[in-house]
DNA sequence: TTAATTCTTAACCAAACGGTTAATCTTTTT
DNA sequence: AAAAAGATTAACCGTTTGGTTAAGAATTAA
């Protein structure tokens, strides 16, 4: 019984904290108004979480556990590569649409401090697409494929997928897009981007 | 004598802000270090700018205009289309090699308050791609290239090009590029960018 | 039941923050 | 040279900030 309040608790913080992190990044985020949107006393964070850092960590923790892992699980599926191009970009866009703001959060934070970022980041995760990249090698071996650069193939896949997020503010002002507007958009990209690699790389 | 005085003052400071805000964004930023970085004193800053948000606007105005307006300028160029992407890519990364945190500082504070920045924006710059959008349409009617989506294609080239300098450190850091491995990265991209688009919409 | 442990709160604190003031130094004007 | 205007500084101020404390509820263990 103590556990499950104990929880309940706890991921009402971790809640409120991803809201305001996600929205205002580190500095910008006040812990009174972290504290004010789970409705508890401002010394409950720091009764559960050591202080404003330690509870940022696990937020952030958690935004790159839940976008990171599943890029690199695509990536080494044991798929033809023009399938799992077409897979990727559906999956990708599909789960950053349901998490929208996590591009932007990393992104900012990242930068921030881009040293602590590398040091917990790559203690977690190996994002390493030695798997996907051997794949477009053998692609072009085989000449299935042009002789592309690889590393530039992989950057123009995500960039192709994420840029979107980053830049929505503007995308949607210049091209007069609500938020239905956009949302057609990025579905209609989940098509757009795989033809569109794959008629450049296709020989 | 008087005017080459105040500049000589005003343009350190400006010079400190955007060092500072650049890295550290709005919230980051403490109004002490610039002055310390600039080697004045605090109540210069606010002498020189009301407060903390028009000594921002300034830095963020002298951002935008340095990128935008030419983004724009070339995009609306007489120049056959596959010239156009070429330069335009050319063009643009060596423009943000040159300032290669502006990225960053923009998509940062674009998200921090996206209406404020559209409101100052829009009533600056404008940022109307009609021209590149109806040059893609042209050259679909005389069946140039395929028959692809303008918006898109225009987010294409947009999201190839500025990425890397958003995802600088991760992308450094997976592929074990040092400063000059990524400079060279980014050269290599000024061609392969525009063969990748080009081969994939070419008909 | 009672003692110990865990959870929660209100009140508080020192430091850091953006911003102001009043006096001083420097330059320009007359 | 004297007065006016502009530039610069040190000291100061009220507020906000992240964080603490000490006391009280609530839950668990004995």
């Known amino acids: 019984m103590k556990k499950i309040k104990d929880k309940k608790t706890e991921d009402r913080i971790l809640e409120s904290a991803k809201k305001i992190f996600y929205n205002k990044g580190i500095d910008g985020a006040r812990m009174q108004e972290i504290a004010d949107e789970a409705r508890i006393n401002k010394a409950m964070l720091h009764y559960y979480f050591r202080n404003k850092e330690a509870l ?8 790159t556990q839940k976008i990171f892992p599943q890029v690199i699980e695509i990536l080494n599926m044991e798929k033809p590569l023009f399938e799992k191009i077409e897979y990727f970009t559906d999956k990708y866009i599909t789960l950053l649409s349901q998490n929208p703001i996590i591009p932007v959060f990393v992104i900012r934070e990242m930068n ?18 030695e798997i996907f990249i051997r794949q477009i090698r053998e692609a072009i ?40 507007g956009f949302e057609k958009f990025l579905n209609k990209r989940k098509k757009e981007i795989p033809e569109f690699i794959i008629n450049s790389i296709r020989i």
Request: proline content about 9%.
């Open 56 to 63: 940022f960590d696990a937020v952030f923790k958690e935004a």
């Open 112 to 129: 921030n401090d881009p040293d602590k970022f590398l040091k917990t980041f790559s203690e977690r995760i190996k994002i390493k697409p």
């Open 141 to 180: 071996k085989s000449e299935e494929i042009l002789p592309v650069d690889p590393v530039q193939l992989f950057i123009n896949l995500i960039s192709l997928c994420i840029f979107p997020f980053l830049a929505r503010p503007l995308i949607s002002n210049v091209f007069g897009m609500n938020e239905a």
